[in-house]
């Protein structure tokens, strides 16, 4: 008779060291009071002088200078002062929408832990001020998914909108609402990757040279003032297709990368490069050399811009209209256009670049390519064609009056 009580006993030991461990599994709901408040409260954010993003075993450090933000894996290569402001003032203003209590078990459910390559979406922000003095410091874990609406227009998936983060080291979790995304160790989310922006349409003349080929000019010229290869044959014309891609290839020419600048130029390609020169009528002068490819088949580029005052028209006036051209306003205002080859400059000069390998390749044509056999209209041939007879020519007969006859030129009534 005793055995079955100590068996109950054991048993009931069992659930409850069973509904223990179940619990201490369980993240607990924070108390109401934390939702609303500041997960970094009283960040100085004035005081930041560095920003250092670590994921996945990559890192990516901001770092503002005398000059302004720069990047300290690309070599100090410029940031973007509007980004990082934008990011760290959005720190400074997220509120908790939820909290949980972890373990060390549990915490993991949420990606709040150190960052290491087996940790996907486990971040680690901190921010820093004068002599490195941490001012903040912040896990940035796995994002909060919504369901989607499989009747919403952009498909029912699941999308983030908020994200789990930790200012402990993971001993407690909070829930914001924001995915956080901007905070990314890839370096290229801190640049202003735009490297130039030049309407085909502002474009009047290019010039490529590269090694073994003489200088290729491509002009506006003809009737609708389109770019045409110069010294065109009487059985040749421009490949429209291929002009067309060479005629914008400064439009949204973009930076893929900054290489490093202790690579050599001959292991750049730059002792013997391709070459590509625009101008526009305004005296703009784009002048970019073309390297050697990367591993991954993009190209290395180097580039600067000039000024050249415009040539005025020709002061002739023996015809109304030539008056009215010499009268015409004169060329805008060259100091605007001063000062944005200067600007240009200063963002090109100190640094060479990796561009996509679409755009390299643009920017390289040679003649064979620009240049196809001029195509002749098509004629129909003898045997298509129906020998039919010419119509024959209408005779009017000739007209007569009653005064060129003997009857009268009307009948009497009687």
């Known amino acids: 008779m005793r055995s079955k009580p100590l068996i109950f006993l054991f048993v009931l030991a069992v659930v409850l060291v069973g509904f223990a461990l179940q619990s201490s599994r369980r993240p607990e709901t924070a108390a109401p009071q934390a939702i609303g408040k500041l997960v970094l409260?009283?960040?100085?954010?004035?005081d930041v002088e560095r920003v250092i993003i670590v994921s996945q075993g990559s890192t990516s450090t901001v770092v503002k200078t005398d000059t302004g933000w720069t990047l300290a894996e690309k070599h100090g290569y410029p940031a973007s002062f509007e980004r990082i402001r934008n990011a760290v003032i959005k720190l400074s203003e997220l509120k908790i929408g939820d909290q949980r209590r972890v373990t060390s078990e549990t915490r993991k459910d949420f990606g709040v832990v150190p960052p290491d390559p087996s940790q996907p979406d486990a971040t680690r922000v901190e921010l820093l001020g004068k002599d490195g003095k941490v001012l903040a410091a912040l896990l940035l874990g796995k994002h909060h998914l919504r369901k989607g609406q499989e009747s919403s227009p952009y498909g029912g998936g699941d999308y983030p909108d908020g994200r789990y983060v930790s200012t402990d080291e993971g001993s407690n979790v909070y829930l914001v609402k924001d995915p956080l995304t901007e905070f990314s160790a890839q370096t290229l989310g801190w640049m202003e990757t735009e490297l130039l922006n030049v309407d085909a349409a502002e474009v009047s003349r290019i010039t490529l040279t590269g090694p073994d080929r003489e200088p290729l000019e491509i002009s506006k010229?003809?009737?609708?003032?389109?770019l045409q290869v110069s010294n065109l044959a009487a059985t040749e014309e421009s490949d429209?297709?291929?002009?067309?891609?060479?005629?914008?290839?400064?439009a949204y020419l973009n930076l893929q990368d900054v290489a490093d600048p202790a690579l050599g130029d001959a292991a750049m390609g730059f002792d013997n490069p391709d070459s590509f020169t625009a101008e526009t009528p305004d005296g703009r002068v784009y002048k970019l050399l073309i390297g050697a490819k990367t591993a991954d088949g993009a190209r290395y580029l180097r580039g600067h811009a000039?000024?050249?005052?415009?040539?005025p028209p020709p002061a002739d006036t023996n015809t109304l209209a030539d008056a009215a051209t010499t009268n015409a306003p004169a060329v805008s205002d060259t100091s605007a256009t001063r000062a944005t080859v200067d600007a240009l400059n200063r963002k090109l000069t100190s640094w060479t670049f990796v561009i996509p390998s679409?755009?390299?390749?643009?920017?390289v044509l040679t003649r064979s390519e620009l240049v196809k056999p001029k195509t002749t209209p098509e004629t129909d041939s003898d045997s298509d064609a129906m020998d039919i007879p010419p119509a024959p020519?209408?005779?009017?007969?000739?007209?007569?009056?009653?005064a060129d006859t003997n009857t009268p030129s009307h009948e009497e009534v009687p």
């Open 221 to 226: 010229s003809g009737t609708d003032n389109a």
């Open 240 to 250: 429209a297709a291929k002009l067309s891609s060479l005629h914008s290839a400064l």
């Open 393 to 402: 020519a209408v005779v009017s007969p000739p007209v007569t009056t009653a």
């Open 41 to 46: 409260p009283d960040l100085p954010v004035n």
């Open 306 to 311: 000039e000024f050249r005052e415009p040539t």
């Open 358 to 363: 679409y755009k390299a390749e643009s920017m």
